[in-house]
């Protein structure tokens, strides 16, 4: 069997993207994507049609979100951008990969990998 097409979500940057208040409860706000990714696990993105993994990375005070049958958390032990390239070279060697990121250093340190890129707003949300 084929394995799935692989998103790698970067949590921090993504919530960091819109100015909702998130700074008052970063794990709540980083809950709140992760429960509005889970409909992208059997969707799909636009360009990424479903069914696809999802793994969402958490840093910071985000640490303690659990995952869910459709989104797959990882709790980065340091630096998030870090593990999200591990993830990349590791998990989506062999099959289609996007990172959901804005961060400018590391949408290039994926794309030397072979993985493709889309900004926060793709997932973010209204």
Sequence with gaps: MEALPLIVVDAANVVGSVPDGW????RGATERLRD???GYATAGLADWPGP????????????????????RVVAA?????DRIVR????EGRGRRCLVV???????HRVRELGAEVAGARTVAGP
């Design 23 to 26: 700074w008052r409860d970063r």
């Design 36 to 38: 509005r990714l889970a």
């Design 52 to 71: 696809v993994e999802i793994v969402l990375v958490v840093e910071g005070a985000a640490r303690g979100v659990e995952s869910t049958d459709a989104v």
């Design 77 to 81: 032990p340091g630096s998030g951008d």
């Design 87 to 90: 993830l990349a070279e590791e």
């Design 101 to 107: 990121t804005a961060d400018r250093e590391l949408r």
